[in-house]
């Protein structure tokens, strides 16, 4: 698979120029709005002085890193924001491959492809661990492939795409697993409001110096647009401190700083936004999930249920998840999905489909139609 050149736009392009009207299911932008303290913060924001029209703190706003830092239990120190999980996620692996000895980055297969574009283009030696037929990782498989040469290991949960949660015994093996190779364990918990579960356990509570959590509001607040995203370091004066000196000197090198507008209202947004506002995001999510997983089984389709986040993984009998197949259903059917392959071997006969579109009802029978 070449994970160097992201394959979402491929299919994007290629429905944008369909001669229907196709259904979105594949990109991660959530269709819903933003939390309404969001939108106050933004308007408000252009009312204020010269002075905030220029350079914030590089490591980001002291208020928001402060309700970043209480949401997550640690010292506001250790929290940089950075430009969303995106850059989280590479400073973290960038860190890991530099500070940890070992060349090689360790993925799960089923893999969000911009870990493995990102760890290629870091010259990593790259591995992959197939999850289980339910979608998760198995701690005991991660435990057999790792080794001295592991520098860094990157885990997603809730996850994209197999919609797999993680509990606190998993993530404790998983912390254990770097701990003992002397690696890094990058925690990518950018849907972690999209647990539906109730079983989500951030890495950081393992307390550990081998981990580095990202997130991002570009989910959870439905504003990818927006780029404000952060990291949380292991703290400075611990056996890795220098981790968090050397990402802040990147990321200061890198953007300068990032967007003051964006984490002003974002700020706004968390001083004001209550639980219901997640708890709705949830339930709309549960409802779409149940009607796709409904028609799936009217299409005799196999799928795993996800526990987490808003992707569906599905295998169609004698319908390999391919680009041809996909392209194939944006034509037959006008139901834009991601191919398997796009995201690894091991699932590379299924589809992803992202329900971030209020016509999940429409694509689940425009399906069930196709393959029935
Ligand atoms: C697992 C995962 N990590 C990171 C990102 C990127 O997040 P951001 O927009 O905050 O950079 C995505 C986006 O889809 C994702 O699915």
């Known amino acids: 698979m070449d994970y160097e050149t992201p394959q979402f736009f491929r299919v994007i392009q290629y429905a944008q120029q369909a001669d229907r009207d196709v259904i979105d299911m594949v990109s991660g932008s959530p269709d819903w709005d933003p939390p309404a303290g969001l939108c106050d913060g ?14 914030p703190p590089s490591v980001g706003l002291a208020e928001l890193r402060a309700r970043i830092a209480a949401r997550r239990g640690v010292d506001r120190s250790r929290v940089l924001v950075t430009n969303g999980t995106g850059e989280a996620n590479h400073l973290a692996m960038v860190g890991g491959l530099e500070q940890f000895s070992g060349e090689e980055v360790l993925l799960t297969d089923p893999v969000y492809p911009y870990y493995a574009g990102r760890a290629n283009f870091l010259d990593a030696d790259v591995g992959f661990v197939p999850v289980e ?71 950081l509570d393992c307390g550990s110096d081998h981990v580095v959590a990202t997130n991002a509001f570009s989910k959870s607040m439905a504003i990818t647009g927006f780029r404000v995203g952060y990291a949380v370091f292991p703290p400075e004066d611990g056996p890795t401190g220098d981790l968090l000196d050397r990402a802040r000197t990147r990321h200061m090198l890198t953007n300068v700083t990032g967007s003051r507008p964006a984490q002003y209202a974002v700020l706004r947004a968390l001083q004001t936004t209550g639980p219901e506002y997640y708890a709705d995001v949830r339930a709309r999510l549960t409802d779409r999930i149940d009607t796709f997983c409904d028609a799936l089984d009217d299409a005799g389709a196999a799928y795993t249920r996800p526990d987490g986040g808003f992707y569906v993984m599905a295998r169609f009998e004698d319908y390999p998840g391919s680009f041809e197949h996909v392209y194939e259903l944006i034509d037959e059917t006008g139901v834009a999905g991601m191919p398997g392959e796009a995201f690894g071997d ?24 196709f393959f029935a």
């Open 42 to 55: 933004l308007r408000d924001y252009a009312d204020l002085d010269a002075a905030d029209y220029q350079y």
């Open 133 to 203: 037929a339910n979608g998760r990782l198995d701690p005991e498989q991660l435990r057999e492939r790792a080794s001295d040469e592991t520098a860094v290991i990157v885990v997603n949960s809730p996850n994209n795409p197999t919609g797999a949660v993680y509990d606190a015994d998993a993530m404790a093996a998983f912390v254990a697993i770097a701990e003992e190779h002397d690696a890094l364990l990058v925690s990518d918990e950018v849907y972690d409001h999209f647990d539906y579960t109730g079983r989500f356990t951030s890495a």
């Open 346 to 369: 091991s699932r590379s006969k299924w589809f992803r489909f992202a329900l971030v579109t209020p016509r999940v009802d429409e694509a689940a029978k425009r399906l069930a139609d």
